[in-house]
């Protein structure tokens, strides 16, 4: 009988994580300082043997140049207050900087991500709900951190059936915006009518046909909320696929050549497609999962990074 491979250590899987990340960005062409990678690895990688990871690219002249990873980290830090203490975040009185507390005082945390750019830096912290507790947008439209928008976009978010409840949330402290991940999703897509309803009443550009295409297959819808407006600033539509390129639309040069460097290493990985829209036009995402085996963690359940259908 062969001996079990002996446990994979936090050493270890920092390296493998990052090797990873060095052979997608010489792929991609994106210039990083490698011991800024190292460094948020190595400060966040307590869980990292089992946990999950993600990469994404996007689209866009301004997204281009860059490569952000995420992965779950362990529930019993202060994702927050980390990066604050180690330089990777500005200490600050903007009401970003109070929203992780107010939603960990006020809501059962089902665990928490970080999201980074290995250009950019630090960028994210995600706040993952339980399943089986999942927070009513009207709850957390009334913490007093929260973006103003939130409370004013209840009516959008009811006439047009996004959900009323949340399963997660995605504090982006780079940028000062928040999103926020409806729970329950409307099922069977997003009708184009209503993918045109949405946009115009939030005085979005008018979508593509591409646009339209993929939300008729949308599994996941999010909103993104800025605290310098009362409106809603992006909204996202998100399709999961073992293959993009069986997806009714035609991907980005940039985005297809991701793809095909991912699927050669596992064929059988998992993606999530997302166009996001905005007043000056459309972009587009693909997110690719690093791991993800089995016993995945509710996270996986949740948008941000993939769900699986039942």
């Given at each position: ?31 990083y300082?490698p ?5 948020i690895?190595?400060l966040y990688?307590?869980?990292?043997p ?6 994404r ?6 997204r281009a ?7 779950t ?18 200490k ?12 960990r ?8 991500g970080?999201d ?21 947008v009207t709850?957390?439209a ?14 959008f978010?009811?006439?047009?059936g996004?959900?009323?409840t ?14 926020i991940?409806?729970?329950?999703p409307p ?10 309803a949405?946009?115009?009443?939030v005085?979005?550009?008018?979508p ?8 008729r297959?949308?599994?996941g ?18 399709v999961?696929?073992?293959d993009p ?18 699927r ?15 007043p000056?036009g459309?972009y587009y ?5 690093y ?18 259908k039942?």
């Amino acid at each position: 009988m062969s001996e079990a491979a002996p446990p994979v250590t936090r050493h270890d899987a920092v390296q493998a994580l990052y090797s990873a990340i060095e052979e997608a960005a010489g792929l991609l062409e994106v210039a990083y300082a490698p011991d800024d990678v190292l460094r948020i690895l190595h400060l966040y990688g307590g869980d990292l043997p089992q946990a999950v990871v993600a990469f994404r690219v996007a689209t866009g002249t301004r997204r281009a140049a860059e490569l952000d990873c995420r992965f779950t980290v362990p529930q019993d830090i202060d994702p927050y207050q980390l990066a604050v203490d180690n330089g990777l975040l500005e200490k600050t009185d903007h009401p970003v900087a109070r929203l992780l507390a107010e939603l960990r005082d006020t809501c059962p945390v089902d665990g928490y991500g970080i999201d980074f750019g290995v250009v950019g830096g630090f960028k994210k912290i995600w706040v993952v709900l339980p399943r089986t507790a999942l927070q009513s947008v009207t709850k957390l439209a009334g913490l007093p951190s929260m973006p103003r928008g939130l409370g004013k976009s209840l009516g959008f978010i009811a006439r047009h059936g996004l959900g009323d409840t949340v399963g997660l949330l995605g504090i982006d402290y780079r940028h000062r915006t928040v999103n926020i991940y409806f729970g329950e999703p409307p099922a069977g897509g997003i009708a184009p009518e209503s993918v045109r309803a949405m946009l115009r009443e939030v005085d979005q550009a008018e979508p593509s046909e591409q646009m339209l295409r993929l939300g008729r297959q949308a599994f996941g819808v999010y909103v993104t909320l800025d605290w310098d407006s009362p409106a809603i600033a992006r909204i996202c539509l998100a399709v999961a696929t073992t293959d993009p390129a069986s997806l009714p639309v035609a991907l980005d040069e940039r985005i297809g050549l991701f793809v095909r460097h991912v699927r050669r290493a596992d064929p059988d990985t998992k993606f999530v497609y997302a166009v996001a829209s905005q007043p000056g036009g459309e972009y587009y995402k693909l997110q690719s999962y690093y791991r993800w085996g089995s016993g995945v963690p509710e996270i996986m359940q949740l948008p941000a990074f993939g769900r699986k259908k039942s």
